[in-house]
């Protein structure tokens, strides 16, 4: 089985991070329990371990959660729907910024920001993906094309500069990723 389907197993036993609606339950028929207690998924959090933040206009379609595991920083970032409707209130960036400042605010150590890139077609909800792709397509190294996704630039902004390559699946063509994993980390 293949690390990124346990880690999303993992995941799911912390009780974790919202994932776009499709949820993962079915990604590659793997089962696993609800990712959260469905009465808390429009409930905005912050504590130690755990940042989760709401459209107020449209809360089941626009959030930015991250969660502290072991030091490592897992985030779901969702602000655009698959027919390229973006939330109004929140802005991806400025989450991704506002997530960092919580957790040291709270006293949380961030060694590592993981990233885990899915194939979800034909519903086109991970940029991060197809910018990997496109930079890898171009014949980029595939640390220079995660550096170029917007996960890997918002890393970079604050000194994660470091990647690590955990796991990457290519498509049965052998050419595009499928899936991927890395970790970002301070030098």
Not at 128 to 150: C, H, M, P, Q, Y
Request: glycine share 6%.
């Amino acid at each position: 089985m293949s690390k990124i389907i346990n880690f999303l197993k993992l995941m799911t036993i912390f009780g974790s991070l919202l994932l776009p609606s499709i949820g993962f339950s079915s990604y590659k028929k793997v089962s696993c329990k609800s990712v959260i207690d469905s009465s808390q998924i429009n409930q905005d959090i912050f504590t130690s371990r755990h940042y989760r933040v709401h459209d107020p206009e449209a809360p089941n379609e626009f959030y930015a959660d991250g969660l502290v595991i072991n030091g490592t920083l897992l985030l779901s970032i969702n602000l655009k729907t698959p027919d390229g409707k973006r939330s109004t209130f929140l802005r991806g960036s400025e989450q991704f910024d506002k997530i960092l400042m919580h957790f040291h605010n709270m006293g949380t150590s961030i060694l590592k920001i993981k990233s885990v890139m899915l194939n979800l077609a034909p519903l086109q909800l991970n940029d991060n993906l197809s910018v990997l792709n496109f930079f890898s397509d171009r014949g980029e190294g595939i640390v220079d094309a995660v550096k170029n996704t917007w996960t890997g630039r918002q890393a970079l902004r604050h000194g994660f500069t470091v990647v690590t390559v955990e796991e990457i699946t290519y498509q049965p063509n052998g050419h595009h990723i499928d899936e991927a994993m890395f970790e970002f980390s301070k030098p």
